[in-house]
């Protein structure tokens, strides 16, 4: 089945303990990205990935870290996480193809 | 800056009462604009992508179209299971001449529909 799995789906951590959510994609798409979800703000983008070796900051890369060493993954790091960093985070690849995004199920962080 | 704005943040339906949805947008060179479903806990599913005034798509109940400022989403004889959160994104390149587009969401129209 073709898909974006994230891990893990919830989180809960405390301040300034790094982590990493992994992304994975089996549809070998060339673009990568990762969206972080808060009520009232939408979905805002992070980082995002034209290929291997290839990222760009989005438009809140403050906070966070990507690598995108193989096609297939993509994963986020945060370095010392802070509690503004609570949200839901989504991971999202494509083709270069007219359609969108597909999204993995989410990853739910909490930082106290 | 680009902007989208969707309308109305919430509506409520009866099944098979017929309405629409609306997303506003402002951006420099629009490559694409995408209409996703969010059901709760779970991340967006794409719809529909858009390129020009005049363009429409279906599938099932759902129509969305395109003018130069808007997209409409049309929802016909809407049932219980077609209750979600609608998002519209428009794209657009970031640099002219390059391969980097931009996507930016609008905040959602969260649909409910009554049996």
């Known amino acids: 089945e073709a898909q974006v799995t994230q891990n893990p789906r919830y989180l809960i951590t405390v301040t300034g303990k790094k982590l990493t959510v992994t992304c994975s994609q089996n549809?070998?798409?060339?673009?990568m990205s990762w969206y972080r979800q808060d009520p009232g703000l939408g979905l805002r983008q992070i980082y995002y990935?034209?290929?291997?070796?290839?990222?760009d900051k989005g438009d809140v890369p403050e906070g966070y870290k990507v690598s995108r060493k193989e096609k297939r993954n993509f994963p986020l790091i945060l370095e010392s996480p802070s509690p503004n960093q609570t949200s839901l985070y989504f991971c999202?690849?494509?083709?270069?193809?007219?359609?969108?995004?597909?999204f993995g199920s989410g990853t739910r962080l909490t930082v106290v | 800056e680009d902007q989208v704005t969707q309308s109305p943040e919430a509506l409520r339906l009866q099944e098979g009462e017929s309405s629409s949805l609306n997303c506003s947008y402002t951006?420099?060179?629009?490559?694409?604009l995408f209409w996703y479903r969010q059901d709760p806990g779970k991340g967006p599913e794409f719809l529909f992508t858009?390129?020009?005034a005049g363009e429409e798509k279906e599938k099932e109940r759902l129509k969305a179209t395109l003018t130069k400022k808007e997209s409409f989403l049309h929802i016909t004889a809407p049932k219980p299971e077609d209750s979600a959160t609608y998002l519209c994104?428009?794209?657009?390149?970031?640099?002219?001449?390059?391969?980097?587009?931009?996507?930016?969401f609008g905040k959602g129209t969260l649909l409910t529909v009554n049996p």
């Open positions: 994104a428009v794209r657009r390149r970031l640099y002219s001449g390059g391969s980097n587009y931009k996507l930016t």
């Open positions: 999202a690849s494509r083709d270069s193809s007219r359609r969108g995004y597909t």
């Open positions: 549809m070998n798409h060339e673009y």
């Open positions: 951006v420099s060179g629009l490559r694409g």
């Open positions: 990935s034209m290929n291997v070796e290839v990222t």
């Open positions: 858009l390129y020009s």
